[in-house]
């Protein structure tokens, strides 16, 4: 089959297929998203905080934990 021959039939047959496509979609009614949970964490107020109270290991320290 030379598609080059059929070259306007595919055309035709694109089109309606798109064609179709697009009005069976156009009916659907935009996704409406739930707010994500930072959002909703940002917007109660209660941000949690992390507090790192330790000490920075000195280089004999790093040295000792990588032997």
């Known amino acids: 089959m030379n ?9 035709v047959s694109a089109a309606v297929l798109i064609g179709a496509t697009s009005l069976a979609t156009a ?5 409406r998203a ?12 209660k941000i949690q905080v992390v ?3 330790a000490k920075r ?3 004999a320290q790093k040295a000792a934990l990588v032997d």
């Open 3 to 11: 598609i080059a021959k059929n070259m306007e039939a595919i055309f």
């Open 34 to 45: 739930a707010a994500p949970a930072a959002v909703r964490l940002a917007d109660a107020g």
């Open 57 to 59: 290991l000195t280089s």
């Open 27 to 31: 009916a659907v009614p935009a996704h």
């Open 51 to 53: 507090t790192v109270s």
